[in-house]
């Protein structure tokens, strides 16, 4: 019956009118086929797909995979990493994430049966790439400070308040700016959201900003959800005088137009022309504001515990691994520790079987 119900078919022959070997055919149909696990991502992990996807296909995609082994990917690898131009620097994160997206086609050819793929995967599974470094950098209080100041100072209430929500809450960019998703005409709105044609926005609105309220944030990467007392946010509150209260459910993070944020790179650049006139390095992001957040938290003391529970991170280990960047007062508070253990250990021990009564010292 169940035959009889896919036409006699299977997977592998409804895919080859489509399927003509190449790396870039296959591709098309991870992106294209309803059953792959693509069409199961949320919109902005597809774009970060969709990037990569395209570095390859332009790239490779014409290579057919029979004629091809597993260890000519090393050299595909140093040839994306390879610098823009001469004496630039090495594009890390995009060779690591081509050969991400190279490893999700062949597993979707290996789902589907397609020639080639199992030979190729299993051969990628035994090298190992390397990707970007964990980031060092970590933005200080003093640089959120002055950013916070330079932006009211121009009367960009709101770029101001992003800089202040994201220092105070430790809360990632994408949760402080919102984001963008594709809806069926049918979708209803929810107080706050905005759609234009296919997309709908939600995020961060006014309204949940209030001097004495609780802001209660499900974090879109582990939909933990994270409370934070504003009353307690010094930077918020220092912004909060400005703000327009006309619209409670207008977005907290909006353009020049006063409209959401298309993505975070328009977001950054306008973030970084205010960065700049502060003198901050460019080095430090805007995405570093949530680090050294948690950094400044955890030299001041903080549980691992308590910052993976504010953060909304699922484990403190990220909180340990990525987090805590040059928590100097960390270490200041260990040695300072190992000194006085130090001077217990000096101490001399008294002796229980000499009776010092009388005897000189």
């Known amino acids: 019956m ?33 059953e792959s696990g693509y069409q199961d991502l949320k919109s902005n992990t597809k774009a970060s797909y969709d990037e990569a996807f395209k570095v390859v296909t332009e790239t490779i995609g014409s290579r057919r995979l029979d004629c091809i082994h597993s260890k000519w990917f090393r050299t595909c690898y140093r040839n994306w990493r390879a610098p823009a131009s001469v004496g630039g620097p090495e594009r890390l994160r995009r060779a ?12 979707y050819g290996v789902q589907s049966g397609l ?9 990628m599974s035994k090298i190992r790439f390397a990707k970007n470094a964990p980031r060092e950098e970590a933005m200080t209080y003093s640089q959120a ?35 963008w998703r594709p809806e069926p005409a049918c979708y209803q709105l929810k107080p706050g959201e905005i759609r234009r044609g296919q997309r709908v926005w939600s995020g961060l609105t006014i309204d949940k900003l209030e ?14 959800p994270v409370v934070h007392l504003i009353s307690e946010c010094h930077l918020i509150l220092r912004c909060l005088p400005y703000v327009d209260r006309s619209a409670p459910h207008a977005p907290v993070a909006v353009n020049s137009h006063g ?9 950054g650049k306008a973030w970084r022309s205010y960065a700049d006139r ?11 504001s949530r680090a050294g957040g948690i950094t400044e ?6 549980s691992d515990d308590d910052l993976a529970t504010q953060a909304g991170q699922a484990d403190k280990s990220t909180t340990r691994r990525i987090y805590k960047r040059q928590a100097v007062e960390v270490s200041r508070r260990v040695q300072s520790s190992r000194r006085a253990a130090r001077k217990i250990d000096n101490q001399p021990s008294p002796n229980p079987s000499h009776d010092t009564q009388g005897d000189e010292p």
């Open 2 to 34: 169940l035959s009889w119900a896919d036409g006699h078919r299977a997977d592998r022959e409804r895919l080859a009118p489509r399927f003509d070997g190449t790396m870039g055919s296959l591709i098309a149909l991870c992106r294209s086929d309803p």
């Open 96 to 107: 690591y994430y081509a050969i991400q997206v190279v490893r999700v086609a062949l597993d």
């Open 115 to 123: 020639p080639n793929c199992q030979r190729l995967r299993d051969g």
């Open 145 to 179: 400070v002055a950013i916070v100041d330079r932006c009211l100072r121009s009367n960009d209430i709101s770029m101001a308040l992003c800089q202040a929500v994201q220092w105070d809450t430790m809360m990632r960019q994408k949760d402080t700016i919102g984001e």
């Open 211 to 224: 001097p004495g309220a609780t802001l209660v944030v499900r974090t879109t990467k582990t939909a933990q």
């Open 259 to 267: 409209t959401p944020w298309a993505d975070h790179r328009s977001f």
């Open 278 to 288: 502060c003198g901050v390095p460019q080095t430090v992001r805007n995405m570093d």
């Open 297 to 302: 938290a955890s030299a001041g003391g903080a």
